[in-house]
């Protein structure tokens, strides 16, 4: 499977794939990750399964990262503060279940449009950081004698 998803790819393009992969799996909306890796691994001509798999390798970041995503746009656009508790939430959709959703929409986006002002910056860090390890871990290649 390693091979499979290594194969014919060179340090910059195995970086820039776990790279996109990571930056697409923590996108705090549930079900896009894989289609945003999936149309930009195709854009730039990456490995499509090896930037999928990332992104599911670190769904659990996702998770974990949703919240603060969705309360640092609530606070950055000024929306009014959404309390995430289960119970508070229940209350909310049984007092006007069309106003919930407004809420938890615009909360949603506002988590998604932190992620974009974050994803780029945090691509390219990463991308930096994982160029010279895969550089010294990836075998170099053959040179072809004629």
Known sequence: MRNLLTQGMTPRKLAATVALGTVAGIV??????SAISTAIA???????AATVLVGYLVHPLQLLL???FIRT?????????LHLSL???????RADWLEALN???MANLAGFSVWALVALPL???????LLP???????????VVV
């Open 28 to 33: 705090p909306a549930f079900g896009v990750s």
């Open 42 to 48: 195709a854009r730039f001509r990456l490995n499509i």
């Open 66 to 68: 949703m919240i603060p």
């Open 73 to 81: 746009g609530i606070f950055v656009f000024g929306l009014s503060e």
């Open 87 to 93: 119970d508070e939430m229940i209350a909310l959709f």
């Open 103 to 105: 809420k938890l929409w």
């Open 123 to 129: 691509g390219g860090l990463l991308y930096l950081l």
């Open 133 to 143: 390890v895969f550089r010294k871990v990836l075998p170099k290649p053959q040179e």
